[in-house]
């Protein structure tokens, strides 16, 4: 059996065939309730299974937040194995956002869980967090590249908290969101049509790529932009934050689909009105 094309790969080929657009697996407690289910494992099992089913297929990506299931234990992490195995079987690609980072010795066991094949808590892609230093992550990313998966680093994340840490410059002046996206460029270097080293970029940052001097256009990987639909982003902030990157960006919107729910209906349209304004404002004329 052939090895499978790499994550950058796989993702670009899902954002032109159905459009730009991640939408975030977030069961929240208020959500839950929303949709008349239970703020427990079942509840958690049902909404999780119920969105996939509707949106299988129909988005680029699917991106379960680990802090939603792990609330429920093991029986929640086994919900989110549930969920990684539906998506795969319905085409969709799966990033998990777990926000990982630690000492290399420790990232190496997030690597085992997130990104190695076998493992049932790997999808297709991880967030990671570059603030223990980037060069941390290398354990996550050697097993990222041998197996075919990618990662998300968090660069300039949409809360406004943020920008104390992503904003602030060393002593050569470089600001830590501009050093962490000209690393990623190192590692997707000659990559086609692009590497699998992403970044988290929020729709909401407004002037931050350009204040922090952070070159996006050199990335050469696939940019995720949360913080459309709940956080206040649309279409005009995805324009203004990305600009000649746009065709690089993967929007992503949790509750601002998922409130248009429980109706499978329903959340289909919702999702495909945000990947049309998605399409719009990142590939205009596509
Ligand atoms: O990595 C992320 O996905 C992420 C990064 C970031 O900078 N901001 C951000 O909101 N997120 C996640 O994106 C989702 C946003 O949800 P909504 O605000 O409901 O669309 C949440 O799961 C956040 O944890």
């Known amino acids: 059996m052939s090895a499978p094309a790499p994550f950058g790969a796989r993702l670009a080929a899902a954002m032109d065939a159905v459009g730009p657009l991640c939408v975030g697996i977030d069961p929240h407690a208020a959500l839950l309730a929303a949709w008349g289910l239970p703020d427990d494992v079942g509840g958690l099992r049902e909404f999780s299974l119920r969105v996939v089913d509707a949106l299988g297929g129909a988005v680029a990506a699917l991106k379960p937040q680990a802090a939603f299931f ?4 093991s029986r929640g992490l086994a919900v989110l194995e549930e969920v990684l195995a539906a998506s795969r079987a319905a085409g969709t690609l799966t990033i998990v956002d777990a926000k990982r980072g630690d000492i290399g010795s420790t990232m190496a066991g997030y ?7 076998g493992s049932p808590l790997a999808g297709d892609a991880v967030t990671v967090s570059p603030y223990l230093g980037f060069g941390s992550l290398a354990p996550a990313l050697e097993r990222a590249s041998a197996s075919g998966r990618g990662v998300f680093v968090l660069c300039l994340t949409s809360n406004p908290e943020g920008r104390q840490v992503q904003h602030a410059a060393g002593a050569d002046g470089v600001s830590v969101a501009a050093s962490v996206a000209a690393q990623a460029a190192a590692l997707n270097e000659g990559a086609s049509p692009m590497g ?21 256009d050199a990335v050469n990987g696939p940019l995720l932009a949360p913080g459309v639909g709940a956080q206040g982003a649309g279409p005009a902030e995805l324009a203004q934050v990305f600009g000649a ?11 601002g689909v998922l409130g248009a729910g429980p109706d499978a209906a329903d959340l289909r349209r919702a ?15 596509a």
């Open 70 to 73: 792990e609330r429920h234990g």
């Open 196 to 216: 699998s080293v992403g970044l988290v970029v929020g729709a909401t940052v407004g002037d931050a790529v350009r204040d922090t001097g952070t070159d996006l």
């Open 245 to 255: 990157a746009r065709g690089s960006v993967l929007a992503s919107s949790s509750r």
């Open 271 to 285: 999702a495909a009105a945000a990947a049309g304004e998605a399409r719009a404002a990142l590939r205009p004329g």
């Open 111 to 117: 690597g085992d869980a997130f990104l190695a094949d």
